[in-house]
């Protein structure tokens, strides 16, 4: 456990100063060179209490440096995104093992975003816009792509693995299992391919009526409005003063304002709105199907008992991979979430299996 605290401080030294060198705003990249600081700096406190020597140990993870790759594709504000959550998961988890064991909660555990917090206060230049950037409703797009990405190719081949096993056990892997997957694989990419588009419609529609209601209120009542944005930074533990300084400063250009406000008071990211809905859809069809076909892959080959061990094998591959991939998010041991979701997927099947045997008997 040392070891894993000692490793995600240097992870989070290593992806700061990441952040920090592609960032082209002064006052936020000082604020990511001093968290990159402060995390090295909890790495060596971490090391030296429990006499572990850092000699090779100062170098970042395989999760660290993927989330570095996804960074520079999909930008570093994911990046960001990743490890908001990821602090505020561990401080979580730690007050909630706490009040499990009746210990004392000191007010240290949330001590990760205590001190990001405390030095965005403090770092005069700082606005009310690159604030924005830290809270959790204004990711990235990029983000939202790597998990559905992960959720997608996971629902394609959970749900057309259970379809197959569960044929196959009512029919002994012959033919007809292939015609069922590649059905499975059609009608659950269309399924979800619709569901997408019809989500990412209705959205935009609904935030564009809120965002016309933002402007209609910031032309009529301007003065209302700033003091509504101060009160919102004053919430997030910024100074009056300074956060006075901050919405009057914002308020100067109109068009700023609105976007400013939509994110603050809304929670909505205009960036976000920008995408098709048609785009989403042909997406939410590919990675499921990406998904669906690895179970039906040895059903095209060959059939009966080979095929549906090969189909195990490729599918059980595919779910330890998915969990492996799901790391990314939760910070989680790569063999456990990878075992998990492999143990899961194969129960879901197993299940199936026996339920379609049972079928089959029936009707023979």
């Given at each position: 456990m040392?070891?894993?605290?000692?490793?995600?401080?240097?992870?989070?030294a290593?992806l700061y100063q990441?952040?920090?060198?592609h960032?082209?705003?002064?006052?936020v990249k000082?604020?990511f060179?001093?968290m990159s600081?402060?995390?090295?700096?909890h790495?060596?406190a971490?090391?030296?209490k429990?006499n572990i020597s850092?000699?090779g140990?100062?170098?970042p993870s395989?999760?660290?440096k993927t989330?570095?790759?996804?960074?520079k594709v999909?930008?570093?504000?994911?990046v960001?995104?990743a490890?908001?959550d990821t602090?505020?998961?561990i401080s979580?988890?730690i007050?909630t093992?706490?009040k499990?064991?009746k210990?004392?909660?000191?007010g240290k555990?949330?001590?990760h975003?205590?001190i990001l917090?405390?030095?965005?206060?403090k770092e005069?230049n700082?606005?009310g816009a690159q604030?924005?950037?830290?809270?959790?409703?204004?990711r990235s797009?990029?983000?939202n792509a790597?998990?559905?990405?992960?959720?997608?190719?996971?629902d394609?081949?959970?749900?057309?693995?259970s379809l197959i096993?569960?044929?196959?056990?009512?029919s002994a892997?012959?033919?007809?299992?292939?015609?069922?997957?590649?059905a499975?694989?059609?009608?659950?990419a269309?399924?979800m391919?619709?569901g997408?588009w019809?989500?990412?419609?209705?959205?935009q529609?609904?935030?564009?009526n809120?965002?016309?209601?933002?402007m209609e209120?910031l032309?009529?009542n301007p003065e209302?409005?700033?003091?509504e944005?101060?009160?919102i930074?004053?919430?997030?533990?910024i100074?009056e003063?300074?956060?006075?300084e901050?919405a009057s400063?914002i308020?100067?250009?109109k068009?700023?304002?609105?976007?400013?406000?939509?994110?603050?008071?809304?929670g909505i990211n205009?960036?976000?709105?920008?995408?098709?809905?048609?785009?989403?859809?042909?997406y939410?069809?590919?990675l499921?199907?990406?998904?669906?076909v690895?179970?039906?892959?040895?059903?095209m080959?060959?059939?009966?008992?080979k095929?549906?061990?090969?189909?195990v094998?490729f599918?059980?591959?595919?779910?330890f991979?998915?969990g492996?991939?799901?790391?990314?998010?939760t910070?989680?041991?790569?063999?456990?979430?990878g075992f998990?979701?492999?143990?899961?997927?194969?129960a879901a099947?197993a299940?199936?299996?026996g339920i379609?045997?049972?079928i089959?008997?029936?009707?023979?």
């Amino acid at each position: 456990m040392k070891t894993k605290n000692l490793q995600t401080e240097i992870d989070a030294a290593f992806l700061y100063q990441k952040l920090a060198d592609h960032e082209s705003d002064a006052a936020v990249k000082n604020v990511f060179i001093q968290m990159s600081s402060i995390e090295k700096g909890h790495a060596e406190a971490f090391a030296k209490k429990g006499n572990i020597s850092l000699d090779g140990l100062m170098k970042p993870s395989w999760r660290a440096k993927t989330l570095n790759v996804i960074g520079k594709v999909f930008g570093y504000d994911y990046v960001l995104g990743a490890m908001m959550d990821t602090e505020k998961g561990i401080s979580n988890a730690i007050i909630t093992a706490k009040k499990n064991s009746k210990q004392e909660i000191t007010g240290k555990e949330t001590s990760h975003v205590t001190i990001l917090r405390t030095i965005l206060e403090k770092e005069k230049n700082v606005t009310g816009a690159q604030l924005s950037r830290f809270e959790k409703p204004h990711r990235s797009v990029g983000g939202n792509a790597i998990r559905a990405a992960v959720l997608g190719g996971n629902d394609g081949l959970v749900s057309n693995f259970s379809l197959i096993m569960g044929i196959a056990g009512a029919s002994a892997g012959q033919e007809g299992v292939l015609l069922a997957g590649l059905a499975g694989l059609l009608a659950g990419a269309l399924s979800m391919a619709l569901g997408e588009w019809i989500s990412v419609k209705s959205s935009q529609e609904l935030y564009e009526n809120q965002m016309q209601i933002e402007m209609e209120e910031l032309e009529t009542n301007p003065e209302g409005e700033t003091k509504e944005l101060a009160l919102i930074y004053i919430a997030k533990g910024i100074p009056e003063q300074q956060a006075m300084e901050m919405a009057s400063d914002i308020m100067k250009n109109k068009e700023h304002a609105h976007e400013v406000l939509v994110k603050e008071e809304l929670g909505i990211n205009a960036e976000e709105l920008k995408g098709s809905a048609v785009e989403a859809a042909v997406y939410s069809f590919i990675l499921f199907a990406i998904g669906a076909v690895i179970p039906v892959l040895p059903f095209m080959f060959t059939s009966g008992t080979k095929a549906i061990l090969l189909s195990v094998s490729f599918s059980a591959a595919g779910l330890f991979l998915i969990g492996a991939a799901i790391t990314l998010f939760t910070g989680r041991n790569v063999w456990f979430s990878g075992f998990r979701q492999v143990i899961f997927g194969l129960a879901a099947a197993a299940i199936t299996f026996g339920i379609g045997r049972l079928i089959g008997v029936s009707i023979t």
